[in-house]
Each structure stands twice: as C-alpha cells, then as structure tokens.
C-alpha cells in the first residue's frame, strides 16, 4: 500500500499544471440535421506560471450524434494566439521548454498541448500548440510568440 501512495504521489508531481480554459465562444462551420452541428470554437487559458499572458485557441469540434454525446474525435486542426495583457510576471525561474497546460480533446486520450519555450537570446515566450494522441500524435501545429516588455500603465 506504501509503494502504490508513493507512485501516485510520484505521478501527480510530475503531470502538467492544470489550468481551467475559459469558453468565449462557438460559430457553427456545418449545420448538422441529427446532433450537433460542426463548430469551431475559442477558449482563452492564462498561462498559469507567467501572469500577464493569455492565449486563446480555436479548435475546430465534430459534430453530429458522436459529437452531441461527448465520444466524437475532433480533428487536430486549431489556431493559437498569445499575447501580453498586463505587466509580466515570472513564478521563479522558467525552463528552457515546459507544457504550459493541456486539454483533452477526445474520449480516447487524444489532447491539445500547448508547451512554453523561453527564447533567452530574444527575451521572448514562445507557445507551440501541437495534438497528442496516445499512440500517434498528428504534425498539425500552431506558433506564437510573446516578447517579454515592459508593460505601460496608462
């Protein structure tokens, strides 16, 4: 019993942070006659270790009777856009590359990964959104970067 409390302990310690996406919203890209339509939607995550950066990602979301019931697989297309939206502020040292957060995006472990990456020659964020799927991952990938300035009080 020791040994599996320590391996669970082991396992959370090492997961990636869990951050709450929050929904800003849907447009329907297929109007669909049973179910759910096909959507692309938007949902913004601040990174949780640097305050002062959002990103939002569209991700585009099957629909019909599958999708309605939660056990569609949505294709691995998506859009990432970070940037600063107040003064940045670093929680200790940052890795050179490290997942910013995650989400899954079907029922059968398949998720949305956005990991950080410090550009120190540049002084800048970059955020790369890549889909993972347990047994193979799909080479759809979306980039942004976010310098790190000063941030201007108004």
């Not at 569209?58 to 691995?76: C, L």
């Not at 490290?98 to 410090?118: G, H, I, Q």
Request: proline share 6%; charged share 20%.
């Amino acid at each position: 019993m020791k040994h599996l409390l320590t391996g669970c302990a082991l396992l959370f310690a090492f997961m990636p942070p869990t951050v709450q996406a929050e929904e800003i919203g849907c447009v329907t890209t297929t109007w669909k006659l049973i179910g759910a339509n096909h959507k692309v939607c938007v949902q913004a995550y601040d990174d949780p270790k640097v305050k002062g950066v959002s990103c939002h990602i569209s991700q585009a979301r099957t629909g019909g009777i599958s999708g309605a019931i939660g056990v569609a697989e949505d294709p691995s297309q998506f859009s990432i856009a970070c940037r600063q939206v107040g003064p940045i502020v670093i929680d200790g040292k940052l890795p050179k590359e490290e997942t910013a957060f995650s989400d899954d995006t079907s029922l059968f472990f398949k998720e949305t990964k956005v990991t950080r990456m410090y550009d120190a020659k540049r002084n800048t964020l970059v955020y790369v959104a890549i889909s993972r799927k347990l047994i193979e991952g799909a080479p759809g990938n979306s980039i942004s970067t976010v310098p790190i300035m000063p941030w201007a009080e108004k």
